[in-house]
């Protein structure tokens, strides 16, 4: 039944052409009538909270960071106008779990002391769960949540979850139930989860299937940048250098963060071009420090990242990378401070980090194999070849290029 749903469902008359550009044209339209309701009619609540989540449906569209300013702004008057609701309350508190400012989701729930009990509350705290390490306590309350009512975007963190500390197959399941769920209206939904079980199959080294996961997402919801940012990864991971690059500068020039001007750079680096990496390194190293003077936190873990492999300042990837896990600490993030430590000499403790990742249960061959150089150079040759065979087991073909997130 899933299997013939993802095949059919991008071949739905009247949807299948009303992709991105659509949406980013109904929802400016709105955002237009909105704002000028709001000038006329600065008290009508209903509207400005309509307007608020019209705007953040932009900036979710673009990926723009200045449509998200947008959103900060228009929730943040809206609680200055009117007494916290708990739709506004909610709003802020998805918008600051999106940026990684998690001690301020608490206390937007807090406004609305109702909200930590409502539904949509405990899906966020779910969420902080599992960002802060608490895997099980977020797998137990997903699991709670969809026994009591099963969306399909639980469905979806719980798939995620099992792709990261379960099973492969239960996870490509519970997103193919997840897609059975949607309406053919929900075209942009269903190529989200496309993208996932893509990325699912990718990075497990199965490319051919992971290419047909983003041919329905392109097919579903056409002309999405997000859609052509998986294809350019998938893309540099075969080989394709060039059609690789070529569509990374396509993306950025629609959608320039500074991720994947990172993520371009490395690509030209891979392949034996750094001349042609330092712009895009320097060009997403500038918006990722402008990023922290104005108070984000976002991307620390990028800059660790930065510093650690791309412009090689191991001092500042340890730096950067402890103001990460001071929010944060999980498998992710462990894996990073252990890795800006290795290159910065400091061996020890990126073994005590490591072992942090490793004891959570995570699967995943970039952290198996960045395990397996940390045991090697701390003489344990018999584990790190353990650990790299497990990373080889997860996915063949995990030296080839990938982006970091």
Known sequence: MASQTAARVPQLPGYAQDGYAQELTRAESDIASLESRRQSHPGDLEKRVRLAYRLFHRASLTGIMAHFDAVDAAIRE??????????????????????????????????????????????????????????EASRLELERLIAENRTWDNLARLAHWKSKLGDIADADQLYEEAEDDLTAKQMRSYAWLELQRGVLALTHGRYVEARKHYQRADAAYPG?????????????????FDEAAALFREVIARCPKPELQQALGELYLFCGRPEAAQPWFDSALAAYLESVERGGVHYFHHLAD???????????????????????????????????????????????????????????????????????????????????????EINPKHQNFHIHH
């Open 78 to 135: 809206a609680l200055d106008d009117f007494s916290p609701r708990e739709d506004v309350c909610l709003l802020k508190a998805n918008l600051d779990f999106r940026f990684h400012r998690l001690a301020e989701v608490r206390q937007d729930l807090q406004m609305c002391p109702k909200l930590s009990g409502r539904f949509e509350g405990r899906v966020l705290l779910a969420d902080l769960d599992y960002q802060e390490g608490r895997y």
């Open 224 to 240: 999405h940048w997000h859609t052509d940012e998986h294809f350019a990864e998938l893309l540099a991971a075969e080989g394709k």
């Open 306 to 392: 930065f510093y650690a492999d791309a412009r090689e300042e191991p001092a500042e990837a340890v730096r950067w990378a402890r103001k990460d896990i001071e929010m944060r600490s999980n498998f992710s993030t462990q894996a990073a401070m252990a890795w800006a430590l290795y290159r910065n000499g400091q061996l020890s403790e990126a073994m005590e980090y490591i072992g942090l990742a490793l004891a959570s249960g995570v699967r995943d061959a970039g952290i198996f194999s960045t395990a397996a150089t940390l045991f090697d150079a701390a003489g344990e040759t018999a584990e790190s070849q353990r650990l790299a065979q497990a990373a080889f």
